[in-house]
């Protein structure tokens, strides 16, 4: 008897409490609302070029299914600001990007570097030329990455740091174009290919190094993208030659879902 006397008074008491509580507790329960201002830099890779829908960007190619749209459709930041332009060289970034960033963002992805390397020269070679040539002017991509590049980034990287010195900084890195071996029986030769996917492996380990040095985390989009590159068994998320041109060898919007927008969630 006496403790149900004594939990008959404090009942009402409890409950008065927890209303108390809930009612200082702030308004917003959903976690997007705490998510800070969002600016995305860089170039095709980011814009979304080659996954269509890109409203009117212009020559941007902005794309509605590009990874930064869906992180930013999903997570609700407080602002986004989406800069990123096809065709972007580091000196693009510096001119007409970095000024976007502001000392309360708290979240930068970026990926450049692939067009400073003339990447985009390389495919048409490659697509043009004998597998000497392709070969020979992977090399010359590789050489310049690994000796030009790296200063190029830290300029870009350094603007970053200095511009928003609090944000989380993304650096998303190129996928590899081919899997070898795979299943398509016309296009490059095999040569031509393992060429392309080299060229990947250096800007993959040039970008990673200076994102590191910078503190900054590395998206591999080699590994994001796994499985799935042009001549892969199972559903394949970039584009190989198609119309428009631009958007060749570019991620489709299955690979911007699937392959960016799922690694840069998990670490943003």
């Given amino acids: 008897m006496r403790l149900r006397s004594i939990a008959s008074s404090l009942v009402p008491a409890l409950l008065t409490t927890a209303v108390a509580i809930l009612a200082a507790a702030p308004a917003s329960a959903d976690p997007g609302a705490l998510a800070g201002k969002y600016v995305a830099l860089g170039d095709s890779y980011s814009s979304g070029t080659g996954a269509g829908s890109y409203g009117s960007s212009g020559s941007c190619k902005r794309s509605a299914n590009a990874y930064a749209q869906l992180w930013a459709n999903a997570n609700a930041p407080s602002s986004f600001v989406f800069v990123a332009c096809s065709g972007a060289l580091t000196t ?60 190029r980034l830290d300029a870009v990287y350094t603007q970053i740091r200095d511009r928003a010195p609090n944000a989380r900084v993304v650096v998303v890195g190129y996928p590899h174009i081919y899997q070898l071996n795979g299943s398509c029986s016309i296009g490059l030769s095999e040569t031509k290919r393992a060429a392309i996917n080299q060229s990947s492996d250096v800007l993959a380990e040039v ?47 299955a690979g911007q879902r699937g392959g960016y927008y799922a690694a840069v969630e998990a670490v943003a």
Avoid: K
């Fill in 92 to 151: 693009d970034v510096i001119n007409n990007q970095v000024g976007s960033l502001t000392s309360d963002t708290s979240l930068v992805t970026i990926s450049v570097g692939g067009n400073d390397a003339g990447f985009a020269d390389v495919m048409t070679d490659c697509n043009l030329g004998s597998d000497s040539s392709c070969v020979s002017r992977n090399q010359e991509a590789q050489t310049y990455a690994r000796d030009q590049l790296p200063a």
């Fill in 207 to 253: 970008i990673r190094g200076r994102a590191g040095a910078f503190g900054f985390t590395f998206v591999d989009g080699r590994s994001a993208f796994a499985g799935h590159e042009i001549c892969a068994s199972g559903a394949r998320w970039l584009n190989s030659i198609t119309w428009p041109v631009d958007e060749s060898y570019h991620p489709n919007a």
